[in-house]
């Protein structure tokens, strides 16, 4: 089957055009202290990613339409721990809207942060905030990834919602396995949505047969630390951050 992820309202699929995408807004998130502002687009588009199969383009715009329950839940993470990006070179993959660069950006002391996303929207959005770099990156290409923090000189390295129960997580797996053999490796912070449970519990049984040691940080449900992590299209979802290190 296609690797898609969408939104399928009654009476049917809707598959608008991605030109369309021109109303945004601005949301407010709140994370400890904090405010952080996210720019996402407007609209009744129903397709988030595709691998070619549906519009013969793979892209992935999930990242422009909504702020993901992993990313909040990732920023009360490091709120709460902080000493995992103060002082240090942070790479986010995957960004979308950039919650947690721009946490360790504005707030967190972070020494140098860049962003990253495959959809050059989402990159143009990263650019005009402030965050030490953003580029076009797809975190599916773990050489390129693997060169950009040697070259970079990454010591943390941030991924939130990047798991989707309909796609094939085995370019995310062989990601982290490049990056845990690095010398030296990275500490990466991955934060998952548990929109599926079976399927997170396979994918989280694979990160124990990776290189180092995978450590449970937080099993946040909807409602603890009165934090609710509402996906936009499974409601109340239960949050977990692995730290894995090589």
Not at 64 to 82: G, Q
């Amino acid at each position: 089957p296609p690797h898609i992820y969408m939104h399928t309202p009654a009476p049917g699929p809707r598959l608008h055009s991605r030109a369309a995408h021109t109303l945004e807004k601005r949301l407010s998130i709140r994370v400890g202290p904090f405010t952080l502002s996210a720019r996402v687009t407007l609209g009744d588009d129903t397709l988030l990613f595709d691998d070619g199969s549906l519009t013969g383009e793979p892209f992935d715009d999930t990242g422009l339409h909504h702020v993901w329950p992993a990313s909040v839940a990732l920023c009360h993470s490091l709120v709460a721990r902080p000493e995992a990006v103060a002082g240090r070179r942070v790479l986010e993959l995957g960004a979308g809207t950039g919650l947690p660069s721009l946490l360790c950006a504005r707030h967190l002391c972070a020494a140098h942060v860049i962003a990253t996303d495959s959809n050059r929207a989402a990159v143009e959005r990263l650019q005009a905030a402030a965050i030490d770099a953003a580029a076009l990156l797809d975190f599916e290409d773990a050489e390129a990834v693997a060169g950009l923090v040697c070259a970079e000189r990454v010591e943390t390295v941030l991924l939130s919602d990047v798991f989707y129960p309909a796609k094939d997580a085995a370019p995310l797996l062989a990601l982290l396995r490049r990056l845990l053999v690095l010398d030296p490796a990275p500490t990466i912070l991955l934060s998952v949505s548990r929109r599926d449970v079976r399927a997170c519990d396979a994918f989280e049984r694979s990160l124990l047969s990776l290189p180092g040691t995978a450590t449970l940080l937080t099993a946040a449900g909807a409602a603890e630390e009165g934090t609710r992590y509402t996906d936009p299209l499974y409601g109340d979802v239960a949050v977990r951050i692995h730290r894995l290190e090589g």
